[in-house]
């Protein structure tokens, strides 16, 4: 099975270049950077702030990309791993006063074991299946937090609140704009890590998985072994996200970590491309951006207008940004040419 | 003796890679015919580009209308059946139920059941196995049972790829002569493509040969067979 | 032993609504080999549609009737016009297009009907069935209706030459067009089929759960769940499931401490992951088997 695998061999666009291509080109990714550390110099706060959120999810997205698009595993649970990670940020910071820049290793080493042991059970289910178990931990999330028993450290229903750090060694930023910089620097670091992994013989074998796990055991992979590698990583790479999300919005409860944002995660893959990792960063952007247009759009209808818009989105582009991407590609090939 | 099915300049693609480079050409109603040529030649794909079930380009007539346009299940709807290598078997449903679906576009309901009598008659071994899920069957009972399948269509023409793949060399035989008796006793017209060249060509009253694309070599079945390239390259004396 | 007793029978009288919605689940999933998110919405909307019918006056059963053929009709008209160009499309690309329909209808439903609750008629009546106040005589009715829809389905897949065909576009598509089968159509009249059974299953719940836009939020998760449980090839092992959720559900409720109503859906669901784990083709599924 399945997707993923279809992704590749599918797409009439991929087929004049490399086709496990997962990564930009080294003057693209430049660019891209330059834009990034440049663009907060010139806005507002707010937008800062967005711009913050939007590579927090980006690193959610990219760690969804690793699991489906790296091991052909298909995920409905990753809020609960982002969930874990920002309450292991929140509580480390609020209760034992941790510096937050410490409590992110902590989320991910945390939310690693968490995915690595769920991803044991999980290795017996496929596609819908696996779905299904996800989406089920997903949903238990939000009321598993609000348990009782664990109400002294995470505050029950009524969450808690994280103070945002300041720019150390009295650095002229602002709050917003220090934390964008952290951010980024964070993002970068993870990114280029999971572009090695995918690139190293451990990617290559998850890939084989991807594409075909009986063949793939039969050339001596550890299956199990790596399948369960793959949650435990990209869980890993979501808590360390969900532990940015919590010093972002200062503040996690429970009900910020529903169903909702599994799925918007789960979007947000699929708009960028499934297994193309710089595609994580624009299905970020629709699902931050987008709900909001459509809000701008019609108050009543935005659920429609979002549908629609997604419609149009997949109509238009079914391997999403990747495709675009490619398209592009093969349109400068061809400039070039004449 | 009049044309079944006409073939001319069949080009197929599988996305870029272009397969078959205008290939030519026709079977007579009631012949039995083999295409033979290595792995690789386009034997399949010619099979698959008659029912448009890969890209292609060419002019393919069935019983003087052009059928090119149409869709693979408009195709069989003709009364063309096609027995795809890996036979295709509905391995979770019952042989009967497989044999009815071989039977699914007919309207005459009523022949159905003696003609499901019919094939248990020529595949006797089907008969024994008629309440078994279809995927428990041995390779060889599912090759009858896809055979049997597309004789349920009551076809005028018959698409069989690779039939005696992955069988053995008796249980080929017993297939093959029963494929003999089908084309002679129920007129039907059959295509085969094989890589056992020598059952073939036993087999068939006329014989192409397929290289990289292009038919390199055609006629009567015993001439082929007694052509010295075709000795060595595919009997292999 | 009597609370047992009393637990369960509850519990069916829930399965019956999880039961009703596993059959439409299992109708699609036969169809297009997907779990369909939007399905729950699309009962919804069948559901409003209705009982806008009985607000301008039409008798129950007609409205019953006339919407479970507009439901028919919207569910093949919904996949010609938005799933048929994604049918070469990657499967999560599918799925995608599965939560943006669900995102248009309920913020459609909600445009037009708003989001206040609202009561819906049943013709079984309210009174308790055979002295039992656990159970009322419209859950029985639902348990009756659920029966009859699965014998009908029974009849449907395994007598009839379009079951036939449906089925078999479903496990091998090249295949069953190598016999004559137009799948495209067939996956078409799965769509109609799932929707009508959907609306059904609606009308059914729609005077437990009330009626608004979200009401089958809840209800679709424990109609997949049922429907995995059981096992997503068999509409037998749906029903069961159903009523097997619904009873667990109850029961978890009831006897494990701590648990009360907010944990009843997570346990439920932990469940029937252990019993995946154990039976991965769920109770009744068949095992598919592959050769390499």
Same mark, same amino acid.
């Given at each position: 099975?399945?997707?993923?695998?279809?992704?590749?061999?599918?797409?009439?666009?991929?087929?004049?270049?490399?086709?496990?291509?997962?990564?930009?080109?080294?003057?693209?990714?430049?660019?891209?950077?330059?834009? #990034?550390?440049?663009?907060?110099?010139?806005?507002?706060?707010?937008?800062?702030?967005?711009?913050?959120?939007?590579?927090?999810?980006?690193?959610?997205?990219?760690?969804?990309?690793?699991?489906?698009?790296?091991?052909?595993?298909?995920?409905?649970?990753?809020?609960?791993?982002?969930?874990?990670?920002?309450?292991?940020?929140?509580?480390?910071?609020?209760?034992?006063?941790?510096?937050?820049?410490?409590?992110?290793?902590?989320?991910?080493?945390?939310?690693?074991?968490?995915?690595? #042991?769920?991803?044991?059970?999980?290795?017996?289910?496929?596609?819908?299946?696996? =779905?299904?178990?996800?989406?089920?931990?997903?949903?238990?999330?939000?009321? #598993?937090?609000?348990?009782?028993?664990?109400?002294?450290?995470?505050?029950?229903?009524?969450?808690?609140?994280?103070?945002?750090?300041?720019?150390?060694?009295?650095?002229?930023?602002?709050?917003?704009?220090?934390?964008?910089?952290?951010?980024?620097?964070?993002?970068?670091?993870?990114?280029?890590?999971?572009?090695?992994?995918?690139?190293?013989?451990?990617?290559?074998?998850?890939?084989?998985?991807?594409?075909?796990?009986?063949?793939?055991?039969?050339?001596?992979?550890?299956?199990?072994?790596?399948?369960?590698?793959?949650?435990?990583?990209? =869980?890993?790479?979501?808590?360390?996200?969900?532990?940015?999300?919590?010093?972002?919005?200062?503040?996690?409860?429970?009900?910020?970590?529903?169903?909702?944002?599994?799925?918007?995660?789960?979007?947000?893959?699929?708009?960028?491309?499934?297994?193309?990792?710089?595609?994580?960063?624009?299905?970020?952007?629709?699902?931050?951006?987008?709900?909001?247009?459509?809000?701008?759009?019609?108050?009543?209808?935005?659920?429609?207008?979002?549908?629609?818009?997604?419609? #149009?989105?997949?109509?238009?582009?079914?391997?999403?940004?990747?495709?675009?991407?490619?398209?592009?590609?093969?349109?400068?090939?061809?400039?070039?040419?004449? | 003796?009049?044309?079944?099915?006409?073939?001319?300049?069949?080009?197929?693609?599988?996305?870029?890679?272009?397969?078959?480079?205008?290939?030519?050409?026709?079977?007579?109603?009631?012949?039995?015919?083999?295409?033979?040529?290595?792995?690789?030649?386009?034997?399949?794909?010619?099979?698959?580009?008659?029912?448009?079930?890969?890209?292609?380009?060419?002019?393919?007539?069935?019983?003087?209308?052009?059928?090119?346009?149409?869709?693979?299940?408009?195709?069989?709807?003709?009364?063309?059946?096609?027995?795809?290598?890996?036979?295709?078997?509905?391995?979770?449903?019952?042989?009967?139920?497989?044999?009815?679906?071989?039977?699914?576009?007919?309207?005459?309901?009523?022949?159905?059941?003696?003609?499901?009598?019919?094939?248990?008659?020529?595949?006797?071994?089907?008969?024994?196995?008629?309440?078994?899920?279809?995927?428990?069957?041995?390779?060889?009972?599912?090759?009858?049972?896809?055979?049997?399948?597309?004789?349920?269509?009551?076809?005028?023409?018959?698409?069989?790829?690779?039939?005696?793949?992955?069988?053995?060399?008796?249980?080929?035989?017993?297939?093959?002569?029963?494929?003999?008796?089908?084309?002679?006793?129920?007129?039907?017209?059959?295509?085969?493509?094989?890589?056992?060249?020598?059952?073939?060509?036993?087999?068939?009253?006329?014989?192409?040969?397929?290289?990289?694309?292009?038919?390199?070599?055609?006629?009567?079945?015993?001439?082929?067979?007694?052509?010295?390239?075709?000795?060595?390259?595919?009997?292999?004396? | 032993?009597?609370?047992?007793?009393?637990?369960?029978?509850?519990?069916?009288?829930?399965?019956?609504?999880?039961?009703?919605?596993?059959?439409?689940?299992?109708?699609?999933?036969?169809?297009?080999?997907?779990?369909?998110?939007?399905?729950?919405?699309?009962?919804?909307?069948?559901?409003?549609?209705?009982?806008?019918?009985?607000?301008?006056?039409?008798?129950?059963?007609?409205?019953?009737?006339?919407?479970?053929?507009?439901?028919?009709?919207?569910?093949?008209?919904?996949?010609?016009?938005?799933?048929?160009?994604?049918?070469?499309?990657?499967?999560?690309?599918?799925?995608?297009?599965?939560?943006?329909?669900?995102?248009?209808?309920?913020?459609?439903?909600?445009?037009?009907?708003?989001?206040?609750?609202?009561?819906?008629?049943?013709?079984?009546?309210?009174?308790?069935?055979?002295?039992?106040?656990?159970?009322?005589?419209?859950?029985?009715?639902?348990?009756?209706?659920?029966?009859?829809?699965?014998?009908?389905?029974?009849?449907?897949?395994?007598?009839?030459?379009?079951?036939?065909?449906?089925?078999?576009?479903?496990?091998?598509?090249?295949?069953?067009?190598?016999?004559?089968?137009?799948?495209?159509?067939?996956?078409?009249?799965?769509?109609?089929?799932?929707?009508?059974?959907?609306?059904?299953?609606?009308?059914?719940?729609?005077?437990?759960?009330?009626?608004?836009?979200?009401?089958?939020?809840?209800?679709?998760?424990?109609?997949?769940?049922?429907?995995?449980?059981?096992?997503?090839?068999?509409?037998?092992?749906?029903?069961?499931?159903?009523?097997?959720?619904?009873?667990?559900?109850?029961?978890?409720?009831?006897?494990?401490?701590?648990?009360?109503?907010?944990?009843?859906?997570?346990?439920?669901?932990?469940?029937?992951?252990?019993?995946?784990?154990?039976?991965?083709?769920?109770?009744?599924?068949?095992?598919?088997?592959?050769?390499?």
């Amino acid at each position: 099975m399945s997707a993923a695998e279809e992704v590749v061999t599918e797409a009439p666009a991929v087929e004049a270049v490399p086709k496990r291509a997962m990564t930009l080109g080294y003057g693209t990714s430049l660019v891209v950077l330059a834009a #990034l550390i440049l663009t907060p110099l010139f806005v507002k706060n707010f937008v800062i702030f967005q711009m913050t959120m939007l590579l927090i999810y980006a690193l959610a997205v990219l760690a969804l990309n690793i699991l489906t698009g790296g091991s052909g595993q298909f995920s409905l649970g990753q809020s609960a791993f982002y969930a874990i990670g920002a309450y292991v940020t929140a509580i480390l910071m609020e209760h034992f006063n941790v510096n937050y820049a410490l409590t992110l290793p902590v989320a991910g080493v945390v939310c690693f074991g968490a995915g690595f #042991l769920f991803g044991q059970p999980a290795l017996r289910l496929s596609g819908i299946y696996l =779905a299904l178990a996800t989406f089920a931990l997903a949903l238990a999330m939000p009321q #598993l937090l609000k348990l009782g028993f664990l109400e002294h450290w995470t505050g029950g229903v009524q969450g808690l609140v994280v103070t945002k750090p300041d720019a150390p060694f009295g650095l002229p930023l602002s709050q917003d704009m220090w934390l964008y910089y952290f951010t980024l620097a964070v993002s970068i670091g993870i990114y280029v890590a999971s572009v090695n992994l995918l690139r190293s013989r451990s990617g290559r074998a998850l890939m084989s998985i991807r594409d075909n796990e009986i063949a793939a055991s039969a050339m001596g992979v550890n299956v199990a072994l790596y399948k369960t590698l793959a949650f435990g990583v990209s =869980a890993g790479i979501t808590g360390i996200a969900g532990g940015l999300g919590a010093i972002a919005v200062q503040f996690v409860a429970p009900d910020g970590y529903t169903i909702t944002l599994a799925i918007s995660l789960f979007v947000g893959m699929v708009v960028g491309g499934v297994g193309w990792l710089p595609g994580s960063i624009v299905g970020s952007a629709f699902i931050i951006f987008v709900p909001n247009i459509a809000e701008g759009i019609s108050k009543g209808l935005s659920g429609a207008v979002f549908g629609v818009l997604l419609f #149009l989105v997949i109509y238009l582009v079914p391997h999403g940004a990747r495709q675009v991407a490619l398209i592009a590609q093969q349109l400068a090939a061809k400039l070039k040419k004449n | 003796m009049t044309t079944m099915l006409n073939v001319k300049d069949l080009r197929a693609y599988y996305g870029q890679v272009q397969a078959l480079h205008g290939l030519s050409f026709s079977l007579s109603e009631g012949s039995l015919t083999t295409l033979l040529g290595a792995n690789g030649a386009g034997k399949t794909t010619t099979l698959r580009a008659i029912c448009n079930m890969v890209r292609s380009t060419g002019a393919v007539e069935f019983e003087g209308k052009p059928i090119g346009n149409r869709s693979t299940e408009n195709v069989v709807r003709l009364g063309i059946a096609h027995v795809p290598q890996g036979r295709g078997t509905f391995t979770n449903m019952t042989v009967e139920e497989n044999l009815q679906l071989g039977a699914i576009t007919r309207g005459d309901k009523k022949n159905i059941v003696a003609d499901i009598e019919r094939m248990y008659d020529h595949f006797p071994v089907l008969k024994q196995r008629y309440t078994q899920q279809a995927g428990t069957l041995s390779g060889g009972e599912q090759q009858m049972l896809a055979v049997a399948r597309a004789l349920m269509l009551r076809p005028r023409l018959m698409l069989l790829d690779e039939p005696s793949f992955g069988l053995a060399p008796l249980v080929v035989r017993d297939l093959f002569r029963i494929l003999g008796k089908i084309n002679r006793e129920d007129k039907v017209t059959i295509l085969v493509v094989e890589q056992n060249a020598q059952l073939a060509l036993e087999l068939a009253d006329q014989a192409y040969v397929i290289e990289t694309g292009r038919i390199v070599m055609s006629g009567n079945a015993k001439d082929v067979a007694n052509n010295e390239d075709v000795r060595k390259s595919y009997l292999g004396y | 032993m009597e609370l047992f007793a009393n637990q369960v029978l509850a519990g069916i009288a829930t399965g019956a609504i999880y039961a009703c919605m596993a059959l439409a689940v299992v109708m699609i999933y036969q169809a297009i080999d997907h779990l369909n998110f939007a399905q729950g919405e699309m009962a919804m909307f069948s559901t409003f549609m209705s009982w806008q019918m009985m607000q301008w006056g039409v008798p129950y059963w007609g409205a019953f009737i006339l919407t479970v053929i507009l439901s028919f009709a919207g569910g093949i008209l919904i996949e010609r016009l938005l799933f048929k160009p994604l049918a070469k499309a990657p499967v999560l690309t599918n799925v995608a297009g599965f939560i943006a329909l669900f995102a248009i209808v309920n913020s459609v439903a909600g445009l037009i009907w708003d989001f206040t609750i609202k009561q819906y008629p049943t013709p079984f009546g309210s009174s308790p069935f055979l002295g039992s106040q656990l159970i009322s005589t419209h859950q029985a009715g639902m348990v009756g209706v659920t029966l009859l829809l699965l014998a009908g389905l029974y009849f449907f897949f395994q007598f009839t030459r379009i079951g036939l065909a449906m089925r078999a576009a479903a496990s091998l598509p090249e295949s069953a067009r190598l016999v004559g089968i137009n799948t495209s159509w067939m996956i078409a009249l799965g769509w109609g089929m799932a929707s009508a059974i959907g609306a059904i299953a609606g009308m059914l719940i729609a005077p437990v759960v009330f009626l608004e836009p979200n009401m089958m939020g809840g209800v679709l998760i424990y109609g997949f769940a049922s429907a995995v449980l059981g096992g997503l090839s068999s509409p037998l092992g749906a029903v069961i499931g159903g009523f097997l959720v619904g009873v667990f559900e109850n029961l978890a409720g009831t006897y494990i401490p701590g648990v009360g109503n907010e944990l009843k859906l997570p346990i439920a669901l932990a469940l029937i992951i252990t019993v995946l784990v154990v039976k991965p083709a769920g109770l009744f599924g068949r095992p598919i088997v592959k050769r390499v």
